[in-house]
């Protein structure tokens, strides 16, 4: 780097990326400087001012962007220490508290000014289910009536087959997008549904969606029997995790081995021994939370903070905060619209800190989002029909079976007649083998899934359905 150069140019590019609310990739950075700089010297000069603690990179290989953060602070007497410089506009997306906005202040420090710390364990042994509480009663209120979508009581999960379709798209995207995943939501539509992964776009990502999809169907598919339990939280891990891990066996595994936490101070136990324990703590402390909001936002909180395998931990926990509210037919979760920056830093808050409010702020604002998402969705798509919901297993069973075994539309239609015959009312059989007909002439490409129906099963079925 010239000697002459830097200390203008960083100014510069600091000038530049307080007036981008959003951040800015290094093409767009290097373009406003004029005259123009060689690439390498920008990419250098950016990697300093990171080390500086004067922007924050966020995302990772080609999505990656920087935004300003804290800038370089004077001493200054122990109640000031904590101010920094105005946060861009995309922070005043989510309405935080005074609280929240302390917390973000002290995470956005530059790393040498933050306190290195490790697991603390009475931020767990501390918690009392139905005692203690991060939600408020009133905000809990809140939620609930936000995320209520009939007054009668149905099958658990029987709204989240409802609206699956935009879900497995919504979730997939949404919480591979807070990892960094670079793929456009019109690029995440086209993967799930037709099978088609973007062009210019990294394996790891592909992979990473396609494992949102099939975790978000676990939910889907099992919705009576999931729940707070090692089958449920290390069957997540596996699907989220398959394909992106070094070590094959490491999906559904608790870890063995330390692990470190990028651009962060803390530093989670190491001890597999107090791994395992504090694992199955906080599966037996969220199981015995009553209120579905309060489980959800505890498993976000303790979860990630355990790190109990090798990665991946913040997709489960995100997962995971949409088993109580698909159990009781609440609106799910799907993080619509949640900024990046503000997550990890919420995220770090916790770590960190052991502070929950500004993670609780990005999860209302989430909810809320989410919430207005799915009940357009429902207003669309009118309520369920009564008659399909009490027989939808034994449907997918009889649709699954014909793909399966591949039979062409005279054999389809006599196994029908043959299925519906079983049904103890006489009065449905006509019925059912009606709906059962239409679904199986309503088959595509983007929904023969639910069904438990393979690619290549869909596709040798097509060859013969006629």
Same mark, same amino acid.
């Given at each position: 780097?010239?000697?002459?150069?830097?200390?203008?140019?960083?100014?510069?590019?600091?000038?530049?990326?307080?007036?981008?609310?959003?951040?800015?990739? /290094?093409? *767009?950075?290097?373009?406003?400087?004029? &005259?123009?700089?060689? #690439?390498?010297? %920008?990419?250098?000069?950016? !990697?300093?001012?990171?080390?500086?603690?004067?922007?924050?990179?966020?995302?990772?290989?080609?999505?990656?962007?920087?935004? /300003?953060? *804290?800038?370089?602070?004077?001493?200054? &007497?122990?109640?000031? #220490?904590?101010? %920094?410089?105005?946060?861009? !506009?995309?922070y005043d997306r989510i309405r935080l508290s005074p609280a929240a906005r302390q917390t973000q202040k002290i995470v956005l420090l530059p790393l040498n000014r933050r306190k290195p710390v490790g697991y603390v364990f009475s931020f767990l042994d501390g918690y009392r289910p139905n005692v203690s509480a991060y939600l408020s009663p009133a905000l809990r209120k809140k939620l609930a009536a936000l995320g209520r979508t009939?007054?009668?009581?149905?099958p658990a999960g029987t709204h989240l087959h409802q609206v699956m379709d935009r879900l497995l798209i919504d979730l997939s995207w949404n919480s591979s997008r807070l990892e960094g995943n670079t793929y456009s939501l019109l690029e995440t539509q086209r993967l799930l549904e037709a099978g088609e992964a973007a062009v210019g776009r990294a394996a790891h990502e592909t992979q990473m969606i396609l494992n949102h999809k099939a975790a978000i169907?676990?939910?889907a598919e099992h919705a009576s029997a999931i729940g707070f339990n090692r089958y449920t939280l290390c069957n997540l891990h596996a699907l989220l995790s398959e394909n992106l891990l070094p070590e094959a066996a490491a999906g559904g595994r608790l870890r063995t081995h330390a692990v470190g936490i990028g651009a962060s101070v803390y530093h989670p136990p190491e001890a597999s021994s107090l791994i395992e324990e504090y694992f199955d703590q906080i599966l037996a402390t969220a199981a015995a939370i009553h209120d579905p909001f309060e489980q959800a936002f505890f498993a976000m909180v303790q979860l990630p903070y355990l790190q109990p395998f090798e990665d991946v931990n913040k997709r489960v926990s995100r997962l995971a905060a949409n088993i109580p509210l698909v159990q009781r037919n609440l609106g799910p979760l799907s993080f619509v619209d949640v900024p990046q920056a503000d997550y990890t830093h919420a995220i770090l808050g916790v770590y960190e800190l052991n502070r929950v409010d500004y993670l609780r702020d990005v999860f209302e604002w989430a909810y809320e989002r989410s919430c207005a998402r799915y009940a357009a969705v429902r207003q669309v798509l009118g309520e369920p029909d009564a008659f399909r919901l009490r027989h939808r297993d034994r449907l997918k069973q009889v649709v699954g079976d014909v793909v399966r075994q591949g039979w062409d539309k005279p054999a389809a239609s006599a196994f029908i007649r043959r299925e519906a015959a079983k049904l103890p009312e006489p009065s449905e059989r006509a019925h059912f083998a009606t709906l059962a007909e239409t679904e199986l002439t309503s088959l595509h490409e983007g929904n023969f899934a639910r069904y438990r129906v393979r690619p290549a099963e869909f596709t040798a079925w097509q060859k013969t359905w006629r």
């Open positions: 780097m010239p000697p002459s150069l830097p200390s203008t140019q960083l100014d510069a590019l600091v000038s530049f990326l307080s007036r981008q609310p959003s951040g800015a990739a /290094v093409d *767009a950075i290097h373009q406003s400087l004029k &005259p123009l700089p060689p #690439r390498r010297s %920008v990419q250098r000069w950016l !990697a300093l001012l990171v080390a500086q603690g004067r922007i924050v990179p966020v995302g990772e290989g080609r999505g990656r962007r920087y935004l /300003v953060a *804290a800038m370089p602070l004077p001493a200054a &007497p122990a109640a000031e #220490r904590w101010a %920094v410089a105005e946060l861009p !506009a995309e009939t007054g009668e009581a149905l169907e676990l939910l």
